[in-house]
């Protein structure tokens, strides 16, 4: 059964950091892809980052500012959150399924989920 728990989430200020961490199961986790994908209140999902097994991919609104990565000896994949903004308040989920092009905008029937986990930036 495939598993994907998320953790990390919380409260930050603008300005802030944050480290998501997904800790994966029942599958074979180094050749999968990776996704991380959030929803904002009251708006659609947004896909956020992607990896496959070395190549990262990123939504322009966080190109540079977060950062994804695998640690396959732990099954685990991470996105780092840096210089957090408002706009970033969202449910961060953690998603595996097939090769996607990056941007291809997701649904809740594609893949695996995890069930999510609450970010928030605010002063």
């Known amino acids: 059964e495939v598993q994907l728990v998320e953790s990390g989430g919380g409260l930050v200020q603008p300005g802030g950091s944050l480290r998501l961490s997904c800790a994966a199961s029942?599958?074979?986790?180094?050749?999968?892809?990776m996704y991380w994908v959030r929803q904002a209140p009251g708006k659609g999902l947004e896909w956020v980052s992607s990896?496959?097994?070395?190549?990262?991919y990123y939504a322009d609104s966080v190109k540079v500012r977060f950062t994804i990565s695998r640690d396959n000896a732990k099954n685990t994949v991470y996105l780092q959150m840096n210089s957090l903004k408002s706009e970033d308040t969202a449910v961060y989920y953690c998603?595996?399924?097939?090769?996607?092009?990056?941007?291809?905008?997701?649904?809740?029937?594609?893949?695996?989920w995890g069930q999510g986990t609450q970010v928030t930036v605010s002063s």
């Open positions: 998603v595996t399924g097939p090769p996607l092009v990056p941007g291809t905008p997701l649904s809740r029937d594609f893949g695996y």
């Open positions: 029942g599958f074979t986790f180094s050749n999968a892809w």
């Open positions: 990896i496959d097994r070395v190549t990262t």
